[in-house]
């Protein structure tokens, strides 16, 4: 069998190097049995690059007029802070006249990519190790979740959390237990509730569905798993925009 241009790519091969990095050092470590060193990162927002392989999304699948946009902001100076994905636009409620079906609109999100195939097969975040998932962040202090996509048998199912920022128009870390993540589908709490698939994480995204007419504005720098609280969590809040299919509210 001979190799396709595709697997022969220089992107290909520096991700099998990488994999092959990342299962020596787990084998070196003897982490299988001692636990993991560190913590593991899952995405970094630092390169116009990888901000621009996100996927933006918005209710104009649907025919809304939502807008939303995701850029890459490098700093001018130490007192911008880090370089980072800004994530803004504005939130439109008003629904499509030409579907009538169509009974709510309002929202807006974006995702990490799907993680390319290595030699050694299809890539994943292997999160089962690690208490948490870190989050370095900016938010106006609007409602956005935390969506985590899995290799589950229901393709449109996520496991979501609400992002509870605590000092808006400031950079700060948030760190949430993976254990707490609700599963969902379509927005909607799932019965009966399934664990997280920790060993097959696919993608990470973050939404904004309070449908709240206005204008929004996200930053983030980077996500990660870890053992330990580097900023502490974000308080909890006895409301959710999560609902069940009776719509109502889901408490954390």
């Given amino acids: 069998m001979r190799a396709s241009a595709q697997l022969l790519a220089k992107g ?24 993991v ?16 392989d996100c996927i933006i999304m918005s209710d104009k699948i649907i025919g ?16 911008d802070g880090p370089a980072h994905a800004r994530f803004h636009g504005f939130i439109s409620t008003e629904l499509p006249q030409d579907r009538p079906k169509v009974d709510r609109s309002g929202f807006a999100a974006f995702r990490t990519p799907n993680q390319s195939p290595t030699l ?32 589950s048998i229901e393709p449109t199912d996520l496991h979501q959390h609400r992002l509870f920022a605590r000092r808006p128009g400031q950079w700060e870390t948030v760190m949430v237990k993976w254990n ?7 927005g909607f709490v799932v019965e009966p509730q399934t664990e997280l698939l920790r060993q097959k994480v696919r993608t990470l995204g973050i939404s904004l569905t309070d449908r ?8 983030i720098q980077s996500c990660w798993a870890s053992n330990h609280i580097t900023d502490g969590p974000a308080g909890k809040s006895d409301t959710t925009e999560l609902r069940d299919h009776k719509g109502q509210r889901v408490q954390w």
Avoid: M
């Fill in 120 to 151: 050694f097969g299809r890539s994943f975040w292997d999160i089962d190790p690690y208490i948490y998932l870190g989050l370095r962040i900016k938010s106006d202090g609007r409602s956005y979740f935390i969506n985590i996509q899995t290799e």
């Fill in 212 to 219: 709240v007419k206005g204008p929004f504005d996200f930053s």
């Fill in 180 to 186: 707490d993540f609700v599963r969902t589908n379509h």
């Fill in 37 to 52: 060193q560190g913590p593991l990162t899952l995405y970094d927002f630092d390169s116009s690059e990888t901000v621009h």
């Fill in 12 to 35: 290909f091969i520096r991700r099998s190097v990488d994999e092959l990095k990342r299962r020596s050092r787990i084998a070196w470590n003897l982490e299988a049995i001692k636990g």
């Fill in 64 to 79: 809304g007029v939502s807008d939303c946009n995701l850029d890459h902001v490098k700093p001018q100076s130490p007192q």
